[in-house]
């Protein structure tokens, strides 16, 4: 994620390694609850449904051969002012940020101040910088589950809600509490915020709604509170939105839930509400495995990077490790 609009002088716009609980919360839902997704609803108006059956797209993504983190994915990763970059993502039970010159390498983390309560587990954090150069990070947060323990299908007692933390420089943060309450309108399940800047300030929110969707919401109020906007984005089993604003064009990755569609795919849109599938620009290592959880970020004009999770092994249903790795475009988006 992103330089989320040129012209705001590159305003830019996790998850792993948290120990046994969170392992089991996490990644157990990456592979547990891909054979238990939630219901489908009927599509409402502004929906856009991809099945994966799409034909691919002529963007080529080059995959480095070396994994970039051991046990990590869905990182945020931003251009900011300055040319420099910094990437948010979760390690032991908190958010954590690590800057870089180029988006490539990256020097010490250090901790953001938003830790997982006991009882807890936080992952999946998407920020943004406002324009008025504070910071707002959404993270999702859902019930620490014990080892071995399935995830279930969502419910009043398994679910998985937004929450909001505030920064001044975009280093320290402080809760400021629920933004997306799952149990209106997301079956228990809203999960993997991204937030793009619109240019008279409003943000607008994706995320993943009841499992197996993209939802979307906006705040004219630096995020202090959001209006679900109707329908859903992407359906069919798209998850994981990352979105490029550019110019007035509208640019998504996202990846599909189902392990026989898997793959990185890409949409386009207009207006950020009805989206056009165009098909898979990244694919797995092979059948059993599965990629997630891409996040793009523009490192020079028409070059971008992409950081994504697979699995390090073959998805058979049980619990499988996710590492993060990285590829590279040349060309418009």
Do not use: C
């Not at 609009?5 to 089991?24: D, K």
């Not at 909001?164 to 809760?175: N, Q, R, V, W, Y």
Request: zero cysteines; aromatic letters at 10%; charged letters at 15%.
């Amino acid at each position: 994620m992103k330089q989320r609009q040129e012209g705001f002088a590159h305003i830019g716009l996790i998850v792993v390694l948290v120990g046994v609980v969170a392992i089991i919360g996490l990644i157990g839902w990456r592979v547990a609850t891909k054979s238990h997704e939630p219901a489908t609803t009927t599509n409402t108006a502004g929906t856009s449904t991809n099945t994966g059956t799409t034909a691919a797209t002529a963007e080529s993504w080059n995959v480095e051969s070396a994994i970039v983190h051991a046990n990590r994915t869905s990182t945020d990763t931003h251009k900011l002012a300055d040319g420099s970059y910094r990437q948010f993502y979760l390690d032991q039970g908190q958010v954590w940020y690590a800057d870089s010159v180029d988006g490539i390498s990256w020097g010490t983390a250090y901790p953001t101040g938003l830790t997982q309560s006991a009882g807890t587990v936080q992952s999946n954090p998407g920020a943004l910088q406002l324009k008025d150069g504070s910071w707002i990070l959404l993270y999702e947060q859902s019930s620490a589950q014990a080892p071995g323990e399935s995830p279930g299908q969502p419910g009043p007692s398994n679910r998985r809600d937004l929450y909001m933390a505030t920064s001044i420089d975009g280093k320290t943060f402080t809760k400021a509490g629920i933004a997306i309450d799952s149990s209106k309108g997301d079956n228990y399940f809203a999960s993997v915020p991204d937030l793009v800047l619109l240019p008279d300030g409003t943000v607008r929110l994706f995320y993943v709604s009841r499992g197996n969707a993209v939802a979307s919401a906006t705040s004219t109020d630096n995020g202090k509170s959001w209006k679900r906007e109707a329908g859903y984005r992407l359906e069919g089993g798209a998850v994981d939105p990352d979105v490029v604003y550019q110019n007035g064009t509208w640019v998504m990755y996202y990846s599909q839930i189902s392990l026989s569609t898997n793959g990185i795919y890409k949409a386009v849109s207009s207006d950020g509400l009805t989206w056009r599938p165009l098909g898979t620009v990244l694919s797995k290592t092979g059948d059993q495995y599965r990629v997630v959880d891409p996040d793009v970020v523009m490192t020079s004009a028409h070059k971008y990077v992409m950081y994504f999770g697979e699995t390090n092994a073959p998805d058979t249903g049980g619990q499988v490790q996710i590492d993060l790795h990285r590829a590279s475009y040349n060309g418009a988006l």
